[in-house]
């Protein structure tokens, strides 16, 4: 009987790991979308710099979008986070989602480090389970 809730507690262990692995996961795919939505504004930036205008799609809201043409395409106004948004030329631009990228590529490896810890634990946890239900089956088995 003992073995049996050690069974369940190390079973509810693992499920509560892979539940954490997932939320990781997911985690690690928002990072992952972030990181290619500014490789896209870089390859933007150096796609509009330097032109006095730029045919493109503007967006009007509910996925919609209309076609215009961008003018003085030299002042980009760039978020810095917390709401705040500041007026940058192209390189200053790059300066600033550089930097973007470089703390989304360490939170990226943060998330990764976590999401392998987290397996290993519930795979060290799943290889209890496993030793302590064989252990239980030939214990099952003496008795027959």
């Known amino acids: 009987m003992e073995d049996q809730q050690r ?7 693992i499920n509560a790991y892979r539940q954490q692995a997932d ?9 992952q979308a972030s990181i290619a939505e500014v490789d896209a504004l870089f390859n933007t930036l150096n796609d ?10 503007v967006p009007i809201g509910a996925g919609s979008f209309v ?23 192209a390189a200053g631009a ?13 939170s990226l490896d943060k ?17 209890q389970a496993e030793q302590l239900a064989a252990a239980a089956q030939g214990n099952m088995t003496q008795m027959s």
């Not at 939320?23 to 990072?31: A, D, G, S, Y």
């Open 23 to 31: 939320l990781i996961q997911q985690q690690i795919e928002l990072i």
């Open 67 to 89: 076609k215009g043409e961008l003018k003085d395409t030299d002042e980009i106004i760039i978020s810095i986070g917390a709401g705040y948004a500041v007026k940058k030329d």
């Open 48 to 57: 509009i710099e330097g032109k006095d205008t730029v045919e493109a799609f």
């Open 111 to 127: 998330m990764l480090a976590n999401l392998q810890q987290v397996t290993d634990m519930a795979g060290n946890l799943q290889a």
């Open 7 to 13: 069974l369940n507690n190390l079973l509810s262990q």
């Open 94 to 106: 790059r300066e600033i989602i550089g930097g973007q990228k470089e703390e989304l590529k360490d």
